[in-house]
């Protein structure tokens, strides 16, 4: 007989593998999925996680790796600091949208001048408008006591009936022939978030990367982190500490807020180029995935945000040249959430193999 | 006294790097008031785990009545005729007594026929209980009324109690006895554990002693003295704190009718407290759990706010201002749950040290963590109060309860603190530990310190308090010197006994 057995302190080995033991019970259990819907198992989970690195045409994939990877980490890294402390902002999603929609429309609103101070002031207005988003649940949950996840996750598809409505209104293009979605911003230096795109790097690759050793300092070396570690741990002993649990959560929720505006502001400036009413790709829900599959740490973000960039981009390479359907490819993704909240049980206990007694 | 009820024999339990129990063996007599006496981790807790079905033990045998015992659960154990009160209730606050005594059964019977047999045995062993108050009301006396009443309805042959009296005031103390005392003159056995010594010699007929999970010794507890006992259970002479007396200064800490809301439903609102603390001076606030003490160490610690001149620290109102300005004007706590509210469980013990040592250590610059110096503090308390475990990386949880207690208080005695106040500083720790935790308040209030220990522990208080309080249901009586104070003194400044007056029917 199995039986669980609670260690006297979380393994740190186990801290370290569950990820990797998730990430391959994910490829048998999608392996097993993707061979009963006809597919050979070895060939999809190859297509997946090798062809964007090694295959013939990685040279097109690989700059993809950081175009996909980085508002995931960026938005990741915000959530984690919340989510280290037990404030559950599951609305990335639309602070993703209002930090586009804000930075791309001060953008707009300087077209056709061309100055340098033009994107830094877009950087600003897409990190105030995701912190101005974020505010929202934060200050109901202050004042009135109101659930931060459910606030959150409504204000989501606010946003997106927002981003429907900028896309065919305030921000369309007048010179698109009546279709919806704005100008496009890799057409407008000013106002373009690329560094260098035969490699993939705009602006948000670099805020992604500050933004992981920002969060680095912050949780191992400053009070501030260790306020939102003890918060998530002990929330009475944070209070006898002397956290101000207002505070926190204001913090905490901006934080997650501004990066997320960010990471919206540098997909529209960049990959994506221009408000349409299908921007948002999801990247927000995802990196709540990433943000645990990288234990709320952030290297191990910087780490789970490639790897999910990876599925992305070999789930589509496997649409393609397989014919696997999309849903399968999420299914996949969400197994691997799945896989790594079950395995983390090993964290904290231990299997052990016993005889039942006999009475 | 007619036979043998239960018989133990070399009954064993290993634990993951513990033996809890090593080779015990003794007899309950029917009728008999059977004491187990020993230190917090000596086993005893095991060991009726075991009894009542709870644990499995690895080898050995019971026998019950000369037939093979060896429950496998719970109730089969009240099948056979043992019964448990436990040291922790397990009762629902929002429901009533006879509600929550029909949760307990395996067939209960109708509400109205439960509430007329709760009454007839409340009546006949004289413990006061109206079967439709609802439990949140109760007192913790009336609480542990409750269980017993739980258990008496099932008959038993053999009742175990785990430390009934820790919660009582003296007079639900004498109650209680008088209960007991009944129940075994009519032949039921019961088993008591506890380490309160007098208490044994009161009332067992015969005791059992463990010291790590091993019997020690057995003794008839009214032929023996007090001390006698506690040498058996300690293995060594005990330490008995030195009152240092020194001279009385002027104020510290004064409390001004202080009053305020507790932030739990079934918390005690603190009604018009007020106090002084002076330099050099221990004061002991008494009272039966749950009358207000974790209430007052929030205010006093700032985890409450409150009007700033309810709370004057050195002449400063302080009523308004958060835990960390308190701890860096000397104003420390510790509070009496350790795992939780005084540490967090899953962090280091470096950690935890910079949890409320951060301030007057020195352990941050501007906002930026000094991990070093905290590694170095931690280690220091674990030096000084001999804090067993491997090092300051380990998790707080990891740590017996009495090695994290002892980290706990030296955290906030080493730091040196003008005011300290402390709730439960001995809760769950062993009587030598106990002793240097209170050589240690004391020495503190010796160097100049004041100090205010909150407890449910009356010999603690009478032992290293100046002066004596009690709380009662979020008052507080007049602190009168503890010296020459009788217990029927301490008992009505504790509010007498609850509910002494029978249930109205």
């Excluded at chain 1, 300087?110 to 994107?119: G, M």
């Excluded at chain 1, 996750?153 to 997106?160: C, H, I, K, P, W």
């Excluded at chain 2, 020690?216 to 058996?232: H, L, Q």
Aim: aromatic share 8%; hydrophobic share 50%.
């Amino acid at each position: 007989m199995l039986k669980l057995e609670k260690r006297p302190q979380p393994s740190q080995a186990w801290t370290y593998l569950t990820p990797l033991l998730a990430v391959i019970l994910t490829m048998i259990a999608g392996g097993i999925l993707f061979a009963f819907l006809g597919k050979d198992p070895v060939q999809a989970i190859k297509t997946i996680f090798w062809d964007p690195l090694f295959s013939e045409f990685a040279f097109y994939y690989r700059p993809q790796l950081l175009v996909k990877g980085a508002p995931l980490v960026l938005i990741a890294i915000g959530l984690s600091l919340g989510f280290r402390a037990g404030i559950w902002n599951i609305g990335a999603e639309g602070q993703y949208i209002i930090g586009a929609l804000c930075g791309a429309g001060v953008g707009l609103a300087f077209y056709p001048i061309e100055a340098w101070y033009i994107f830094p002031l877009m950087v600003i207005a897409g990190a105030l408008g995701g912190w101005a988003w974020a505010m929202i649940p934060a200050i109901l949950k202050v004042r009135f006591g109101t659930n931060e996840i459910l606030v959150s996750l409504m204000l989501v598809y606010v946003a997106e009936q927002l981003l429907a409505s900028m896309s065919l209104g305030l921000l369309k293009n007048p010179q698109g022939f009546g279709f919806p979605g704005s100008r496009n911003l890799n057409d407008y230096a000013s106002a373009n978030s690329w560094i260098d795109q035969s490699v993939g790097l705009h602006w948000g690759v670099v805020a992604g990367f500050i933004a992981v050793i920002f969060a680095y300092i912050l949780l191992n070396r400053h009070m501030l982190g260790f306020h939102i570690r003890l918060t998530g741990e002990a929330p009475r002993a944070a209070r006898f500490a002397g956290v101000n649990p207002t505070r926190l959560i204001l913090i905490c929720l901006g934080a997650a807020g501004a990066l997320a505006g960010l990471a919206g502001l540098f997909e529209v400036a960049g990959p994506s180029g221009q408000v349409s009413i299908d921007f948002n790709a999801g990247y927000g829900f995802t990196a709540i995935i990433v943000a645990f599959l990288g234990r709320l740490h952030p290297v191990g973000i910087l780490l789970a945000g490639a790897l999910m960039a990876l599925t992305y981009i070999g789930g589509d390479i496997a649409q393609s040249n397989m014919g696997l359907p999309s849903a399968a490819i999420q299914l996949f993704q969400g197994m691997l959430l799945f896989f790594l909240l079950t395995v983390d049980v090993l964290t904290n206990y231990r299997i052990r193999l016993s005889q039942r007694e006999v009475a | 006294m007619t036979g043998t009820l239960l018989s133990i024999r070399g009954l064993t339990k290993a634990y993951p790097g513990v033996v809890a129990n090593n080779d015990v063996s003794f007899d309950i007599g029917v009728g008999e008031v059977h004491a187990l006496l020993g230190e917090n981790g000596a086993g005893k807790s095991t060991l009726v785990k075991m009894i009542y079905g709870l644990v499995k033990p690895d080898s050995g045998e019971m026998e019950l009545h000369h037939l093979p015992f060896a429950p496998a659960e719970p109730s089969a154990a009240r099948a056979a005729g043992v019964a448990m009160v436990f040291q922790h209730f397990s009762l629902f606050e929002a429901l009533n007594v006879a509600e929550n005594i029909a949760l307990g059964m395996e067939n209960p019977p109708k509400m109205g026929d439960l509430a007329a047999r709760i009454r007839a045995v409340s009546d006949l062993y004289g413990l006061p209980l109206d079967p439709d108050r609802i439990v949140g009301d109760l007192s913790a006396g009336e609480r542990q009324r409750v269980e017993i009443i739980r258990c008496l309805l099932q008959d038993p042959k053999l009742l175990i109690m785990d430390e009934p009296t820790s919660v009582l005031t003296p007079q639900e103390v004498d109650i209680l006895f008088e209960t007991l005392r009944k129940l075994s003159a009519e032949g039921t056995a019961i088993l008591y554990i506890s380490h309160k010594l007098e208490e044994i010699r009161t009332l067992c007929d015969n005791a059992t002693i463990l010291r790590l999970g091993q019997v020690v010794g057995t003794c008839i507890p009214r032929d023996s003295t007090a001390r006698e006992m506690a040498e058996m259970m300690v293995g060594s002479s005990l330490h008995v704190p030195e009152r240092s007396s020194g001279d009385i200064g002027p104020v510290r800490l004064q409390l001004n009718n202080l009053s305020a809301a507790s932030s739990s439903e079934f918390g005690t609102t603190l009604k018009n407290i007020s106090l002084e603390v002076h330099t050099g001076e221990v004061l002991g606030l008494g009272g039966v759990a749950g009358n207000g003490q974790d209430e007052l160490l929030a205010v006093l610690s700032g985890e409450t706010l409150t009007a700033a001149g309810a709370v004057v620290l050195d002449g400063q109102p302080i009523g308004n201002m958060g835990p960390v300005a308190r701890r860096k004007l000397g104003l420390l706590t510790a509070p009496e749950e350790r795992l939780g509210h005084a540490a967090a469980p899953d962090m280091s013990l470096t950690e935890n040290a910079l949890l409320t040592g951060a301030e007057r250590q020195d352990l941050e610059n501007r906002g930026f963590l000094k991990w070093g110096r905290a590694k170095e503090f931690a280690e220091e308390i674990i030096a000084r109060f001999d804090v067993r475990t491997p090092g300051p990386g380990n998790a707080a949880r990891a740590l017996s309860g009495g090695n994290l207690q002892k980290f706990v208080i030296g955290r906030e005695v080493l730091q040196r603190p003008e005011v300290l106040v402390v709730n439960q500083p001995t809760w769950g720790v062993d009587a030598a530990a106990a002793a240097s935790i209170r050589q240690a308040l004391l020495d503190l209030a010796a160097g100049g310190a004041a100090v205010v220990v909150i407890s449910q522990d009356l010999d603690e208080l009478m032992e290293i308090s100046d002066r004596f309080g009690a709380l009662n249901e979020g008052r507080l009586s007049d602190i009168r010197t503890a010296k020459g104070l009788t217990v029927d003194e301490i008992g009505l400044m504790m509010g007498g006994a609850h509910g002494m007056e029978v249930a109205h029917v």
